[in-house]
């Protein structure tokens, strides 16, 4: 049983949600193509359940430490949330949370569904105060893209003690390097679209909870939203989580081996990274147009946004119009991908010299 507690992550990634050890059963969970079952059983219905669905969110959840339920897209997942919260009730939510998110509360405050605080995560002190009446604590941490990091058991402390419930998107992260429900998170959120899927072709989400009646009515939202995951994204998801350690692994890596050569290139005025994963910021000194030079400018790596696949992927998130006005202009998000570090290194160094030479 791959679930069985004391089996590390690594051994869980790859042995969780697969069929029973028996002669002739397939070693990987089959596709199931099913909008409807035989009637009788546990399954029923396709927008209820389905056998790839389970496999996946049973291998999630073993490594989150809880019990898991897929979405068609993170989005999908963080509006069940959101969904969640009373009329009028109150979201906090950090000043620099994935701007997705930060417009779906926007969006219900506008319409006088929520009210919302915006704070500064790293400001432990200060979330901790918004709290008091809150009605749902959301964390990202690290943030995307500032790169901040929260005080998660001083935050869910604070939440828990206000009634709040306390939400952590764990996207960056991952469960390999941070498990927010062993520090008190009563959901956890992810974009299994990023590190989890892993490849850049498939959008899935996922939220994680422990507490069986959340789990209820989560689980009761999606059978009625039909927010549920394609049948092929579940198993491409799946076949990703197989290896979400060794990626993982080797991207950090990666990110940690750039880290120092990025801080010495006089065209990078400031680099950010989280002390762990494989997303770095860094900042151009020349600003916007240096940031949308070199990133044309690149062979390997592409200019493109999400992040958490094996290639290599950067872009500046200004560009869009919706990312927060606190983040600078020349701030260029790096999703660091498992290729050969001197060989990006190579890449991108070529790329910013021709910055410095310019300039
Ligand atoms: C991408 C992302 C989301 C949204 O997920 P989708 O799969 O694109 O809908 C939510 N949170 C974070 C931190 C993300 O990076």
Redesign the pocket.
Known sequence: MSDEPGLTPATVAVTAGRPPHDPDQPLNVPITMASTYVAAGDLEYGRYANPTWTAFEDTLGALEGGRCLAFS????A?LTVLDLVGLGAKVVLPRHS?Q??LMAVADLESRGRITSELVDIEDTAAVVAACQDAALVWI?SPT?PALEVADIPAIVAAAHEAGAVVVV?N??ATPLLQQPLTLGADIV?H?A??YIAGHSDA???ALVTADDELHAVLLGRRSLTGNTPGTLEAWLALRGLRTLHLRVERAQANAQALLPRLEAHPAIAEVRYPGFGGIVAIVLAEGELAADLLVRKTKLWVHAT??GGVESTFERRRRWKSESPSIPVGLVRMSVGIEDVEDLWTDLVTALDTLTNAG
């Open positions: 897209t993170g989005m999908a963080v994935y997705g998110s990202e995307n998107d996207t960056f959120v974009s679209t990023k959008l899935l989400g999400s992040l």
